[in-house]
T-cell receptor
Framework: GQQLNQSPQSMFIQEGEDVSMNCTSSSIFNTWLWYKQDPGEGPVLLIALYKAGELTSNGRLTAQFGITRKDSFLNISASIPSDVGIYFCAGQPPTTSGTYKYIFGTGTRLKVLA | NAGVMQNPRHLVRRRGQEARLRCSPMKGHSHVYWYRQLPEEGLKFMVYLQKENIIDESGMPKERFSAEFPKEGPSILRIQQVVRGDSAAYFC?????????????FGPGTRLLVL
């Protein structure tokens, strides 16, 4: 089945540093979503991407839909302690059955050291 | 506009009991998705429902698990005769439509612990 490889699995960074993470697959996707999950909570939508090459920002977050449609990237600039959490990518593959669903990456666990 | 609601937030069951997890989608959303998350892992799709219909249950275990989304009331994920391996966080998400590019909004989850 389709899989999303998300990397890195975890990272420790100093407050103020920039963060980069990505999701890759051998399959193409029509939509990419990026979510953040805080401990004990559900995922919260950060950014949605709909077209190959699209670059979208949300505050200090910037995400890109890869040109090949097989990958996506999320960058966080000037990290702060509240950025800690798990970041998930989710890709929506093309469908012939008319059923649209998302495949989730395994997550990047971010820890910020003050 | 209230978000996706799930209850209970925490549920403890003994092996062999039944677990019923409830999800109320966001107002105006008629599409519901259930996911399971094991500790330190990502979200695994289980089932997608519209009102009164199961659209895709390809991620649902064949036995003991069932889901419904009645015309009135919340969506229910039911696990019969629970086993320790069912311990996980179960998340519900909803969307207003189900087309290409529709975003899904998640509830806070139900954390099931089977003793």
């Amino acid at each position: 089945g389709q899989q999303l490889n998300q990397s890195p699995q975890s990272m420790f960074i100093q407050e103020g540093e920039d963060v980069s993470m990505n999701c890759t697959s051998s399959s193409i996707f029509n939509t990419w979503l990026w979510y953040k999950q805080d401990p004990g909570e559900g995922p919260v939508l950060l950014i949605a991407l709909y077209k190959a090459g699209e670059l979208t920002s949300n505050g200090r977050l910037t995400a890109q839909f890869g040109i090949t449609r097989k990958d996506s990237f999320l960058n966080i600039s000037a990290s702060i302690p509240s950025d800690v959490g798990i970041y998930f990518c989710a890709g929506q593959p093309p469908t012939t059955s008319g059923t649209y669903k998302y495949i989730f990456g395994t997550g990047t666990r971010l820890k910020v050291l003050a | 506009n209230a978000g996706v609601m799930q209850n209970p937030r925490h549920l403890v069951r003994r092996r062999g009991q039944e677990a019923r997890l409830r999800c109320s989608p966001m107002k105006g959303h008629s599409h519901v998705y259930w996911y399971r998350q094991l500790p330190e892992e990502g979200l695994k799709f289980m089932v997608y429902l519209q009102k009164e219909n199961i659209i895709d249950e390809s991620g649902m275990p064949k036995e003991r698990f069932s889901a419904e989304f009645p015309k009135e009331g919340p969506s229910i994920l039911r696990i019969q005769q629970v086993v320790r391996g069912d311990s996980a966080a179960y998340f519900c998400a909803s969307s207003p439509l189900a087309g290409r590019g529709e975003t899904q909004y998640f509830g806070p989850g139900t954390r099931l612990l089977v003793l």
